[in-house]
């Protein structure tokens, strides 16, 4: 046990960052883009002679709605309700989570998962420079230069403002789904 640790300070592990989102249908179903990040860095990036050299960091941003109670009317809306309705989002996101990590487990990949809160794109680069990842991988949507006005590009911006070395994964055109809540 004291060799493995005293290997892992010389030559830490390589920590992969990687930012998942669930699918439009909502939770717990990950979004296409989210799922082929995660393939290649299982089939691409880490070679099977090396899994153990490499870390993979999920982390899944929940975005809270306006006034903060997207399945209630605020103005009717009681501290149990608020505790309520605060409990079951963290739920969602956890069982979104657990897809990830079992993934990871069952290419045999350590891995480590959180939630946070927030605009996703600020929330990335912030736990980016948090974290301090050596690289980056995101799932891209292929967003229209029109929907990425009104919508917002997460990968776009943390490609440019991420403090590490950023991969966005492109999503074939052929895997776009015909019904845009499959995403």
């Given at each position: 046990?004291?060799?493995?640790?005293?290997?892992?300070?010389?030559?830490?592990?390589?920590?992969?960052?990687?930012?998942?989102?669930?699918?439009?249908?909502?939770?717990?179903?990950?979004?296409?883009?989210?799922?082929?990040?995660?393939?290649?860095?299982?089939?691409?990036?880490?070679?099977?002679?090396c899994k153990?050299?490499?870390?993979?960091?999920?982390?899944?941003?929940?975005?809270p709605d306006?006034?903060?109670?997207?399945?209630?009317?605020?103005?009717?809306?009681?501290?149990?309700?608020?505790r309520s309705?605060?409990?079951?989002?963290?739920?969602?996101?956890?069982?979104?989570?657990?897809?990830?990590?079992?993934?990871?487990?069952?290419?045999?990949?350590?891995?480590?998962?959180?939630?946070?809160?927030?605009?996703?794109?600020?929330?990335?680069?912030?736990?980016?420079?948090?974290?301090?990842?050596?690289?980056?991988?995101?799932?891209?949507?292929?967003?229209?230069?029109?929907?990425?006005?009104?919508?917002?590009?997460?990968?776009?911006?943390?490609?440019?403002?991420?403090?590490?070395?950023?991969?966005?994964?492109?999503?074939?055109?052929?895997?776009?789904?015909?019904?845009?809540?499959?995403?």
């Amino acid at each position: 046990m004291a060799e493995q640790e005293s290997a892992e300070s010389i030559c830490p592990k390589m920590q992969v960052m990687l930012a998942v989102s669930h699918s439009i249908k909502g939770y717990p179903k990950p979004s296409v883009s989210s799922r082929n990040a995660l393939d290649w860095i299982i089939t691409k990036l880490l070679r099977p002679c090396c899994k153990k050299e490499y870390k993979i960091l999920i982390l899944h941003v929940q975005i809270p709605d306006e006034d903060g109670y997207e399945d209630m009317d605020s103005m009717y809306t009681t501290v149990n309700d608020i505790r309520s309705h605060h409990k079951t989002e963290k739920q969602k996101g956890l069982a979104l989570l657990e897809y990830f990590v079992k993934r990871c487990n069952e290419a045999e990949v350590d891995c480590e998962a959180w939630l946070s809160k927030g605009d996703p794109k600020l929330v990335i680069c912030k736990e980016a420079k948090e974290r301090q990842p050596d690289l980056l991988v995101l799932g891209s949507r292929g967003l229209g230069t029109l929907q990425r006005i009104f919508v917002g590009g997460s990968s776009s911006y943390c490609a440019k403002n991420a403090p590490c070395p950023v991969v966005i994964i492109r999503r074939d055109p052929s895997e776009t789904p015909s019904d845009p809540l499959d995403d």
